[in-house]
Structures are given as C-alpha cells and as structure tokens.
C-alpha cells in the first residue's frame, strides 16, 4: 500500500506533504478495520492482568458483535451513496460498497471507547482516537461528514448501552 518510505523526516521526491497526510488516514484506517486497535488494547489489558484472556474475548464478542448488527441493521435501513472518493493508483483505501451511513469504523471506535476502557481517562483517549478515525474517513473520501457524525453519535449511545451489559455480565 505505501509506495515511498520516509527517511528522516526528508520528503522524497514526488511525494507531497498531503500524500504523507494521506498516507497517515490509510493507517489510522486501517488500524479502525475489524476492531484491530480495539483488540490490541484489550490483549494489553490482558497482559497487565486486569482481566483474564477468556473475559477479554468475551467483552469483544459483546462489543463486536453488537457494532456489527446495528452497523449492519443502520447501513440496510439508511442505504446512503458513498461520496466519489479517490480511485486508480492514488486510493489508498478500499472503497467500500456498503451503504455510506453511518460510518462503522467511527461507530466501531466511539463505541469501543465508550464500553470498553475502566477508567474516564481510558474512554477520553478513545473518544479522541474515535476522532481520528472519523477524520481518516473523511480525508479518504469514504464518507459525508454526516456520516462521520452519525457514526460518533451512535457509537457512543452503542457504548453507553454495551457499558451498563459488560457491567452486569461481568457481576455474574
């Protein structure tokens, strides 16, 4: 996906500041697809044993799964065109064909910030990466800023909702 490494800070030849801005969305992206960053952090909470592997797998099920469904259930109801983003050689994001609203990486992330983290300064880290992600989205042409706002707004009522289930199951 990158065509270009960045040496000490140099810009190579050819490629533009807004080309590394670019390649740093794809990234962020990237990290937002399938929950990846959302398990990395959680297998971190395992490793400094606040929880055991099987609780962690347990609380992304719940996550994952929910985000799935009502990411599924809203993109089927709302049916939104994407925006005409970046195609050929300079996308450096697969264009999805999936209905534009909401953003699921940004509701995946809001979500996930909002469910998942134990302490206020844990949610608000996420809630800022949730940002980035739907930041990333914007600048890739994925999505209307609409979209993004939506994906955030329903993510974290999603979180609130998941938060007070991951609570009850974890009492049992």
């Known amino acids: 996906m ?12 050819g ?7 670019d390649i740093a969305a794809a990234g962020i992206s990237a990290l937002a697809d399938y929950g990846l960053a959302v398990a990395l952090i959680e297998a971190c909470a395992v490793r400094r044993s606040r929880r055991s592997a099987p609780q962690a797998a347990l609380r992304l099920a719940v996550v994952g799964i929910s985000i799935f469904l009502v990411n599924t259930g809203m993109k089927r109801l ?9 195609t050929g050689p300079q996308a450096l994001a ?15 992330a809001a979500a996930s910030a909002v469910a998942l983290p134990a302490t ?6 996420g809630l800022a990466g949730a940002g ?41």
């Open 94 to 108: 697969r264009t999805p064909s999936s209905s534009s609203f909401p953003s699921g990486h940004t509701m995946a």
């Open 2 to 13: 990158l065509d270009a490494v960045v040496v000490r800070g140099a810009e190579p030849e």
């Open 120 to 125: 206020a300064a844990g949610s608000a880290a």
């Open 132 to 172: 980035l992600v739907g930041w990333s989205r914007l600048r890739l042409g994925a999505h209307h800023r609409s979209d993004v706002i939506g994906g955030f707004g329903i993510g974290v009522v999603l979180g609130l909702a998941l938060r007070i289930l991951l609570k009850a199951l974890e009492r049992e």
């Open 78 to 86: 709302v049916d939104r065109p994407r925006p005409e983003g970046p």
């Open 15 to 21: 490629l533009s500041s807004d080309r590394l801005v």
